[in-house]
T-cell receptor, first 111, second 116 residues
Framework: DAKTTQPPSMDCAEGRAANLPCNHSTISGNEYVYWYRQIHSQGPQYIIHGLKNNETNEMASLIITEDRKSSTLILPHATLRDTAVYYCIVSYTTNAGKSTFGDGTTLTVKP | GAVVSQHPSRVICKSGTSVKIECRSLDFQATTMFWYRQFPKQSLMLMATSNEGSKATYEQGVEKDKFLINHASLTLSTLTVTSAHPEDSSFYIC????????????FGDGTRLSIL
């Protein structure tokens, strides 16, 4: 699986959009980009995933660059409960599609 | 959404005992389950991948005789930490995935294992 690079930490004001970047320059053609988050002492929570098109669900939006070498997770209106560690992962959908977690980005939403 | 139940959530036991952790997918059939370990202030480390009805595939450096994994059905996988010692104390997390299309993993809430 391709490796990802994320900034170690980010701050965001409550109510504002949080934009979390992820670099995955070695991504291959059939690897998907997945985003998860982990709130302290809990299991990770799935947020969103995509292949090459931008995606949106009730939690977030995912913007993937045309060359697929980077992506951005957007939380449109961050709340204090969005404070967590956010992980960007690239993974195959076949061969068990195991996910290797990097260090992620610690997002702190401030009032 | 998909629900993965992990039990127990916390266990404290004496050194030398064996501990079994269960991971169940409640509303979908998990063709593949994953086991992770997480130390404080660190990321998740993949320990092994288990496919229903076959032997688990362990990551490099993970002792297969120490961490026994069984995936007997499409909804249940177990991790047994054998002869646990204080250095095995950690946060263990399972995830389950239906291997069709691009389905994501769904994670349990983890098991906090403390060996005295």
């Amino acid at each position: 699986d391709a490796k990802t690079t994320q900034p170690p930490s980010m701050d965001c004001a409550e109510g504002r959009a949080a934009n979390l970047p992820c670099n995955h320059s070695t991504i291959s053609g059939n690897e998907y980009v997945y985003w998860y988050r982990q709130i302290h002492s809990q299991g990770p929570q799935y947020i969103i995933h995509g292949l090459k098109n931008n995606e949106t669900n009730e939690m977030a939006s995912l913007i993937i660059t045309e060359d697929r070498k980077s992506s951005t997770l957007i939380l449109p209106h961050a709340t204090l409960r969005d404070t967590a560690v956010y992980y960007c992962i690239v993974s195959y959908t076949t061969n068990a599609g195991k996910s290797t977690f990097g260090d992620g980005t610690t997002l702190t939403v401030k009032p | 959404g998909a629900v993965v139940s992990q039990h127990p959530s916390r266990v404290i036991c004496k050194s030398g005992t064996s501990v079994k952790i269960e991971c169940r997918s409640l509303d979908f059939q998990a063709t593949t389950m994953f086991w992770y370990r997480q130390f404080p202030k660190q990321s998740l480390m993949l320990m092994a991948t288990s496919n229903e009805g076959s032997k688990a595939t362990y990551e490099q450096g993970v002792e297969k005789d120490k961490f026994l994994i069984n995936h007997a059905s499409l909804t249940l996988s177990t991790l047994t930490v054998t002869s646990a010692h204080p250095e095995d104390s950690s946060f263990y997390i399972c995830s389950a995935r239906y291997l069709q299309g691009n389905q994501p993993q769904h994670f349990g809430d983890g098991t906090r294992l403390s060996i005295l």
